[in-house]
């Protein structure tokens, strides 16, 4: 028996949290990659600075997507078609958050030994990031949108024993 009651959606509030701290961190990691990209080309560097701070803070609130990820995955009551999607979900999201820590960590060097330039190096690295972060919007959207997962006709669906 749950400590909490939960709601229609499976919840023991009233919305899915992970979907709202989640695309934060989305909207900080491709506005840093595009700060960095135009200050690249442009030479404007304070754009160099914005980045840095979105992506630092984008390290830090990706763990907190992820514990509501886990959190919500385990309430969701998976069935059995929605389930490889859903590890692979919670694989790239732990892979990302240790990825985005490193780039960060490594942003931060970049910064303390040149804050006017970006190596073009650094600049594939994070177009790599923005691919994964694609792959897990990808994924995060078939989750909710293709299998319903916190959707509440799923979850009365999976309540009643007709999916499985």
Request: a neutral charge; proline letters at 7%.
């Amino acid at each position: 028996m749950p400590i909490l009651p939960l709601n229609n959606e499976n919840l023991p509030y009233p919305d899915p949290m992970h979907p709202i701290v989640v695309h934060f961190v989305i909207a900080m990691v491709f506005f840093s990659f595009f700060c960095d990209v135009v200050g690249y080309f442009s030479r404007n560097v304070r754009l160099f600075e914005v980045s840095f701070w979105n992506m630092f803070v984008a390290s830090v609130s990706i763990f907190v997507a992820v514990i509501f990820g886990q959190f919500e995955a385990g309430l969701a009551q998976p069935y059995s078609s929605v389930q490889p999607i859903l590890n692979s979900h919670a694989i790239t999201g732990w892979s990302l958050a240790a990825i985005l820590v490193a780039i960060t960590a490594w942003r931060f060097f970049i910064r303390t030994r040149d804050p006017l330039n970006i190596p073009v190096a650094y600049l594939g690295v994070a177009t790599f990031l923005i691919c994964l972060v694609s792959l897990q919007v990808y994924l995060g959207t078939q989750l909710v949108w293709v299998y319903g997962l916190h959707v509440e006709p799923v979850v009365e669906a999976a309540k009643k024993g007709v999916l499985r």
